[in-house]
């Protein structure tokens, strides 16, 4: 391979990367364009290997790197490919010479046309959410952060004001011979309400697509730790995707993994992807939202053993289902029934819409986390 | 020992299997790039697969020091970096009081002899042909505040000591860092690293890891441990999945009882090597793998 060709290369599989919502900076580049002077190039996996261990800084991305590595593989000329096999002789010499110049100049051209796999057929027209929307839904997200958690801990850091740390004040002094220097102080720790949302996506969530997207959109803008991920029969993080290309464009970019608005559901299994590649991001202070209708196509026990292990992982679940804003409603489907042990809050859509909403389903029930046990039986309904 | 001049992907994956540490071809790859691009090396995956060996590893073979910082909950930058010696300190005054001026003093007790080097700072001081290998245990343990301070370590290599001016590492020390995903590590450091994702090894390797690790194990039963740990692996309820440190415990254990085959006394009687959760147990004796 020619410096020119690895140069094409690492540029084109960053510049298609970040396209995926994946963080390659030009740092990354230049680290992956470095390491291919260091190495000779044996194989063409050889080279999917350096490149991945450069640009990719996270496990759920390799996906996304495999397929567009494999993606421009395949797009290279079968006379390109054959040049990677065994092909011996002047005349293929002769004939590789030529052909590398000109796909160099395929390449090129490439970079400047837009790639997209899957002709996107959204069934709805998806308006950009309004300013007031906006508005209305970082107040009510603001509000529910603050209800779900942002309480002072059990664990105390140092810190200028607050009661005195005598422990710690002493224990210092003993490296200064019990000469005490500095009385420190302490204060509670606050611990920060981590949210992930997880939207379900599939054909029976239909009715609530522009809703949806719009709040997907609204809590990925938040700047502080939310997370939010859409799921079908497949899981997919989005965070990243919403908060760069909006909410119309992501749709796209979504429903080219996702089979999004169609299709069955698979919660249990969903939900299992989610525990198995981001355990990282949930801990005891996370708030898991979960926004399905519980029409679930996948087997009960697989949804239960990833609802209990969830439950084990986060520190509160709040399931919103649509229909619970009707009046007199039960949580019937089999998805609901099998879930509805772990879920600490179930409320309706009104919840997110606006503020009075919240307040309905937020309004006196929730108690401060940490000072109740976290299972507590669910309010299948508005009073 | 190795130098860092003439070193290849594939003489790294020989000189580590002398160490008896069975490379493939993607960790070889990542040990020689960070070696050669001077980058921290992030690992991360399962536990039991190998991710702090590979530091110990790398440090026999460049025949240089392992330096290891275990990180926990709380840790703070001094008891990473360097702390003064205060009784010693405190003695010396004592001592010199009468002979010497405060300048002087100061001067005496403010200098490197004075100075205990926490992990940090013995990497940046080491001495020797080669670099040593500073290793950075289960940075998700510690705190978000330092994993921040670190970032500032690990892309300069330098720390600032206000009583002595800044020290800067004569030889940039080789980096790995690992990782458990209990928490996610934050972008900033995942930038400056290189990353590495070990998962579990395929049957063939973990043969291969078997037959250096436990010599005494006979071919037959090696197949055969491999073959139900695999299978252990594939069961999804299990909160906690054997790793290649459980197996080589299960073999060591096996060959200690002199077991020719697996039997099931033999097998329920040495489960809890492989499985440690009561809950996990249940599963498997209720799968009746075991």
């Not at chain 1, 396209?19 to 002077?37: N, W």
């Not at chain 1, 006379?79 to 030529?98: I, L, P």
């Not at chain 2, 790859?29 to 690992?43: G, R």
């Not at chain 2, 080491?126 to 290998?133: A, R, T």
């Amino acid at each position: 391979m020619s410096a020119v060709e690895v140069l094409s290369l690492v540029t084109e599989v960053s510049r298609r990367l970040r396209t995926y919502g994946v963080k390659c900076g030009t740092s990354e580049s230049l680290d992956a364009y470095r390491a291919l002077g260091f190495t000779p190039i044996k194989s063409v996996e050889h080279l999917k290997q350096v490149l991945r261990l450069c640009v990719i800084k996270r496990l759920e991305d390799y996906e996304i790197f495999d397929r567009i590595f494999d993606e421009l593989q395949k797009q290279k000329r079968p006379s390109e490919q054959m040049r990677d096999g065994q092909e011996t002789g002047q005349r293929a010499d002769m004939q590789k010479r030529t052909e590398k110049s000109s796909t160099s100049r395929e390449t090129q051209k490439q970079m400047t046309v837009y790639y997209s796999p899957i002709e996107v057929l959204m069934k709805k027209d998806l308006p950009t959410p309004t300013l007031s929307f906006l508005r209305e839904s970082k107040r009510v997200m603001k509000r529910f952060r603050r209800r779900m958690a942002l309480l002072p801990g059990r664990r105390f850091e140092r810190s200028s004001k607050g009661p005195i740390d005598f422990g710690e004040t002493i224990r210092q002094s003993l490296r200064t011979q019990g000469e005490i220097l500095r009385v420190l102080r302490r204060r509670r720790k606050v611990t920060r309400c981590k949210l992930v949302a997880i939207f379900d996506v599939s054909g029976s969530m239909d009715t609530y697509t522009e809703f949806l997207m719009q709040s997907m959109y609204a809590l990925a803008r938040q700047t502080v730790s939310v997370e939010v991920f859409v799921f079908s029969t497949k899981l997919m993080k989005v965070s990243s995707l919403l908060k760069y290309f909006g909410p119309k464009k992501a749709a796209e970019l979504i429903s080219r993994d996702v089979n999004i608005w169609g299709s069955g559901t698979r919660i249990g299994s969903c939900l299992s992807t989610f525990i198995e590649k981001h355990r990282g991001l949930v801990g005891k202070g996370t708030v898991a939202l979960i926004v399905s209708d519980g029409w679930d196509t996948g087997e009960p026990e697989v949804l239960e053993r990833s609802m209990r292990n969830l439950k084990t992982m986060v520190g509160r679940i709040v399931w919103i289902n649509p229909h619970a804003d009707k009046p007199g409603f039960k949580p019937r489907t089999i998805g609901m029934e099998t879930a509805m042990p772990y879920i600490d809050v179930l409320a309706g859509m009104n919840a997110l819409k606006s503020l009075r909403g919240f307040k309905t389903y937020f309004g006196t029930a929730l108690e401060p986390m940490g000072k109740k046990p976290f299972s507590r039986p669910a309010r299948p309904s508005r009073q | 020992m190795v130098l860092l001049e003439n070193l290849t992907p594939e003489l790294l994956v020989k000189e580590m299997e002398k160490e008896l540490y069975v490379a493939d071809e993607s960790l070889a790859l990542a040990v020689y790039l960070a070696l050669k691009l001077e980058k921290p090396l992030l690992i991360e995956g399962e536990p039991g697969c190998g991710k702090t060996e590979v530091a110990k590893v790398l440090a026999k073979l460049l025949n240089t020091e392992l330096i290891r910082l275990q990180c926990y909950e709380g840790i703070t930058a001094s008891q990473a970096l360097y702390e003064w010696d205060y009784p010693r300190q405190l003695i010396n005054i004592r001592l010199l009081e009468d002979k010497k001026s405060v300048d002087e003093i100061s001067e005496e007790i403010f200098s490197e002899k004075y100075l205990l080097k926490r992990p940090l700072l013995a990497a940046l001081l080491h001495d020797g042909p080669n670099p040593p290998v500073l290793l950075i245990d289960e940075i998700d343990r510690s705190d978000e505040e330092f994993e921040g301070f670190l970032l500032e370590f690990l892309a300069e290599f330098q720390v600032t000591i206000p009583e002595l001016g800044t020290i800067k590492a004569r030889r940039k020390p080789v980096v790995i860092i690992t990782s458990n995903r209990t928490r996610e590590v934050g972008d900033g450091l995942r930038r400056r690293c290189l990353y590495l994702y070990v998962t579990y090894p395929s049957p063939e390797k973990e043969r291969r890891i078997l037959s250096l690790k436990v010599p005494n194990l006979s071919a037959k039963l090696a197949d055969d441990v491999v073959g139900f740990v695999q299978r252990l692996r594939q069961v999804n309820e299990l909160t906690k999945k054997p790793g290649i440190s459980e197996t080589l415990d299960w073999a060591n254990a096996l060959t200690v009882l002199g077991a020719k085959e697996i039997t099931p006394s033999i097998l329920s009687s040495t489960l809890t090597c492989l499985i440690k959760n009561e809950d996990d147990l249940k599963v498997v004796k209720d799968l009746g793998i075991a």
